[in-house]
């Protein structure tokens, strides 16, 4: 029987990991024109204890969006027993689907290839060439921030409790050398908000900046604690120090869920 954990860990997959498929798409040129003018919906589901969990992935001429739920009439369906072995294949382990809609053999053959490049995110993958090295720092930082939200809003005791006691503040990562890599998550009364890029309406509360893209490496590979990876400026912070550490306490829960 699936528990309440494993439905927590669908809805980060779901809502914070699968959303950076659109990073991918836009900026690795291999994806980018694999899915040029590509007009397809692929949808995956896992059953919670009766209850069928998923979320679709859908192009429209190239373009793509995440549609939470579960969609009409997919294109490609990957669909599974549990929502375990849906998080198990969606964090690059090992379970086998049943899927409807193999006719379309080339979407099928995008659509794993597209799941293989998610896989640059797993503490495992180490890439070398620059390209990847930033799209995986931009990827983690774009998927962190909105995991944290959704490890609230999914209701995890600690996080909630954390949340609870404070007022409106705003919680930044971003990487000092690449203005183009930044997201948020916003934190009022126990609400949480993540949006992407530099929050301009007031100062944050907290800024995690990275120095570089190898200094971010270093800290989400773990290379170096938290505490070691401030002694060798790899990552400043701005603001509390102490609210930081919570947060990357959280961050390395949420990472141990889904990898």
């Known amino acids: 029987m699936s528990t309440e954990r494993d439905l927590l860990t669908s809805r980060i997959i779901l809502r914070a990991i699968f959303p950076v498929i659109k990073v991918v798409v836009a900026e690795d040129p291999k994806f980018t024109k694999k899915f040029s003018g590509v007009s397809a919906s692929i949808q995956f589901v896992g059953n919670y204890n ?154 944050p509360f907290v800024h995690m900046k990275f120095k570089d893209v190898d200094s971010a490496l270093a800290v989400f590979l773990k290379d170096a604690d938290f505490v070691e990876a401030l002694g060798r400026d790899y990552v400043f912070i701005e603001g509390a120090p102490e609210y930081a550490a919570n947060l990357n306490d959280f961050m390395q829960r949420i990472q141990a869920m889904v990898s």
Do not use: C
Request: glycine fraction near 8%.
């Open 50 to 203: 009766g209850e069928q969990v998923g979320a679709a992935i859908v192009f429209t001429d190239g373009a793509v969006e995440i549609e939470q739920g579960i969609i009409e009439k997919p294109d490609l369906t990957f669909r599974f027993k549990t929502i375990e072995k849906m998080n198990a294949m969606l964090a690059g382990k090992l379970a086998v689907p049943r899927i409807k809609g193999l006719g379309n053999f080339g979407l099928l053959l995008k659509s794993l290839a597209l799941l293989m490049r998610l896989k640059i995110l797993l503490p495992t993958t180490r890439p070398s060439a620059p390209a990847d090295k930033r799209l995986k720092v931009k990827m983690i930082i774009y998927m962190i921030t909105t995991a944290l939200s959704q490890y609230n809003k999914g209701g995890d005791p600690q996080m909630t409790a954390w949340t609870a006691k404070q007022p409106d503040r705003i919680y930044q990562m971003s990487l000092d050398s690449d203005e183009d890599i930044a997201a948020y998550v916003r934190v009022k009364a126990g609400k949480t908000k993540a949006g992407r890029g530099h929050y301009k309406r007031r100062r």
